[in-house]
């Protein structure tokens, strides 16, 4: 009985302790936390996806890289040899396929109609009716025609009108390749494409039966005025016209005469040599 009672009494002891650490976490919590810091100001609108882009950097190259593949193959297979159409329809009938199938235009030889893709790509089927009937006028401006696609034309030895004004694949190979018309070509548009150089022009002089020839706006042609004088000396029967061109010759004559400059004041010590200069520069004048 007294063993009960001594820890009855002790329990009582222990109660207004466990009381006490009891109200403390109570006591502790009462007290309000921190508020938490303002968030950042937001970026404006172009600051964020510029961030967005520099945090993706490798995703986008990545998916560019991509599609300028895509894009390299869809050029591809638009401009493949039409072997089969060739097989079972002839070569008028393909080369006249390939024309329309990249939204270009043709006239045959003896017909007034011309036969277009609409711009959306849809044409008319009427053209099968000319099977045996040749090319005389194409027209290819601002297609994708490139110099495998050439080959679709190669049979069109009518042909006497080709334009491929402001075509991207239009490069100094292509110009190359245009001599399987030298017998027929007489008028060619190639103005306003970015792929020829001065280089790609030379091949030009193969067309001898040209008559007119239009290279205006040529971003890759350099020295225009010295070009064209050297295309009228090969193709003296041609008509050629070249705008969209700083023809003057002042920069050049600028440079000469710095450097006539030059050699007079490198001259200048030696007034003996420098009198042989001048008399025999007057004798070759």
């Known amino acids: 009985m007294s063993a009960h009672l001594m820890s009855l009494h002790r329990c009582c002891q222990r109660s207004p302790l466990l009381l006490l650490v009891a109200r403390r976490p109570w006591s502790s919590s009462s007290v309000s936390p921190p508020p938490p810091p303002p968030p950042p100001p937001l970026l404006p609108l172009h600051k964020r996806l510029l961030l967005f882009l520099t945090q993706q950097y490798y995703d986008v190259e990545m998916l ?27 070569s008028d009938i393909a080369a006249a ?38 090319l005389e006028e194409v027209d290819m401006s601002h297609t994708v025609i490139n110099y495998t696609g050439l080959g679709n034309l190669k049979e069109q030895q009518s042909l006497k009108t080709l334009s491929v004004r402001g075509c991207p694949e239009v490069d100094d190979w292509f110009l190359a390749r245009l001599h399987m018309f030298q017998d027929s070509l007489e008028e060619l548009d190639i103005s306003h494409c970015p792929r020829i150089t001065t280089g790609g022009l030379a091949a030009l002089r193969n067309l001898k039966g040209l008559r007119r020839l239009d290279m205006s706006s040529l971003p890759g042609m350099s020295s225009p005025g010295l070009v064209v004088i050297l295309l009228e000396e090969m193709l003296p029967q041609c008509q050629i016209t070249a705008t969209g061109y700083d023809h003057s010759l002042s920069q050049e004559e600028e440079e000469e005469e710095e450097e006539e400059t030059k050699k007079e004041q490198m001259q200048g010590p030696n007034p003996a040599w420098s009198t042989r200069y001048r008399v025999k520069s007057s004798t070759f004048d």
């Open 97 to 134: 396929y390939y024309i329309l199938s990249i939204k270009g235009g043709f006239r045959y030889v003896g017909q007034s109609d011309w036969f277009r893709a609409d711009l959306r790509g849809k044409f008319k089927w009427d053209f099968l009716n000319y099977k045996n009937t040749p």
């Open 64 to 90: 560019l890289s991509f599609g300028s593949q895509l894009k390299r193959r869809g050029i591809q297979k638009k401009n493949v040899h039409y072997g089969y159409t060739h097989k079972f329809y002839g």
